[in-house]
């Protein structure tokens, strides 16, 4: 397959289908503004060096539930995005710091996660590939020598300590021009990497010491409205409806009258828009830690009354996310079903997509057997589907109906790159 550069969404086969057919043709149909406004976004705040957003279908709207800017997975991405991703980084270099021939990779610390270790080494290979000595530094202080790890893909990783000399780190025989975090920061800043002079992408005031979900998505909430209205298209049809609430103690039950209270108002405001649009779906609200990742700190409920009920070990799920980090702010969210659905068993699934520089270089379907579509599938016991690319057409075809193979991955990545755009502002924000 001959890959043209730049794609701004890659072409792909996907085996599931739906009803967004009102939704795709809208963005088909203003595909050329679409893409001038997009380009003009990039222009005013440059993209994130990677991200990854998960998505959630219900047929009537098609929205972003959560933007990762320190994704890992990579190991779950078809291979055959490996030309794009390639293309994408040396793109996002060019702007980010282009004398860089240097690169030190900053990871999590799961020595013992495989599936991490098997994405940071994709990664690792990825930049590598694209023309950048790359290695990989390690933050534990427990480990002061040299590990090589055997992964079950067959890969290998080398994982060395990080030394600092004056405001620089590197390692013992390498000095990079540049540092990539791969580390969301939920134990704050390691002091090794503060104040020193070397660029670090994405910056450390970005990390889950800092950043808030409830900020990310009011953000999203003013790039949908304005795409909205170029696009004249209702933005509740591709944003979920938040709220946020802070000073809150799950294991104390202080906060919890005003919990309840803003769950029900934002239930009253779903239904109002189900009503509007004549949809006879029960409304849920999804609470959220509002600082933290890996699907810790969320649960589901459909009334104010539930949250009042909350048993011991709901409140203990609640009461901590990443790192043992305790959750005193929690973003309540308009919860968005899904209805792709994976499989003979037809298991709960959720598109989630990746980009590096403002590029869609791939994605995967999140596949939870033991889940339903109004839940939480980031979560143990899912497992990943890889997106094939398609066998020959390079755009999107405008003749071919919308839920057609060729054009049902546009709409997802339109959407995941609206929540880029908010990723970028925050990181302006941030600066």
């Known amino acids: 397959m001959t890959i043209q550069y730049p794609l701004p969404v890659p072409h792909l086969t996907t085996a599931l289908n739906g009803p967004l057919e009102h939704i795709e043709e809208h963005l088909l149909k203003h595909q050329s503004e679409i ?57 996002a270099m060019e702007h980010i710091c282009p004398e860089a021939n240097g690169i030190l990779i900053v990871p999590e610390r799961h020595t013992r996660n495989t599936f991490y270790l098997e994405s940071l080494a994709v990664l690792h290979d990825m930049i590598v590939k694209s023309g950048f000595k790359t290695r990989i530094g390690w933050l534990d202080d427990e480990i002061d020598t040299v590990q090589v790890v055997d992964l079950p893909s067959g890969r290998q990783i080398r994982l060395e300590p990080i030394v600092r000399c004056g405001a620089r780190v590197g390692l013992a025989d390498f000095d990079p021009c540049m540092v990539l975090l791969n580390n969301d920061l939920s134990d704050g800043v390691p002091a090794v990497l503060d104040g020193i002079e070397q660029p670090i992408i994405p910056p450390l ?31 509740w049809l591709i944003s979920p409806l938040n709220l946020h609430c802070g000073e809150i103690d799950f294991m104390k039950r202080e906060g919890e009258d005003c919990l309840a209270r803003n769950v029900e108002s934002l239930l009253g405001s779903i239904r109002r828009k189900y009503d509007e649009y004549g949809l006879d779906k029960e409304p849920f609200v999804v609470i959220k830690a509002d600082a933290g990742t890996y699907g810790m700190g969320v649960m589901t409920v459909h009334s104010a009354e539930e949250v009042k009920q909350l048993n011991r070990k709901q409140r203990t799920r609640m009461a901590a996310s990443k790192g043992g980090t305790a959750t005193s702010q929690v973003l309540l969210q308009e919860g968005v079903y899904t209805f792709e659905t994976w499989g003979q068993a037809r298991a709960a699934t959720e598109p989630v997509v990746y980009m590096i520089d403002h590029y869609v270089v791939g994605g995967f379907y999140r596949v939870h057997t033991r889940r339903g579509s109004n839940e939480n599938l980031n979560a143990p016991g899912m497992h990943f589907e890889p997106l094939a690319f398609a066998n020959h057409l390079t755009v999107p075809e405008r003749h071919l109906a919308p839920d057609a193979q060729p054009n049902r991955f546009y709409a997802y990545g339109v959407i995941a790159r609206l929540a880029l755009v908010a990723a970028a502002r925050e990181l302006e924000s941030a600066a």
């Open 35 to 91: 893409e001038a406004w997009f380009r003009c976004q990039w222009k005013r705040t440059p993209a994130p060096f990677y991200a990854s957003v998960d998505l959630r279908n219900a047929g009537f709207k098609l929205a972003p539930v959560d933007t990762n800017l320190f994704p890992a997975g990579f190991n779950n991405l078809n291979p055959a995005f490996m030309p794009l991703c390639i293309l994408a980084i040396q793109s």
């Open 205 to 235: 005031a970005v990390g889950w010491n800092h950043r808030l979900k409830s900020t990310h998505f009011e953000l999203y909430r003013h790039v949908a409205e304005e795409f909205a209205a170029m696009t004249e298209l209702d933005p």
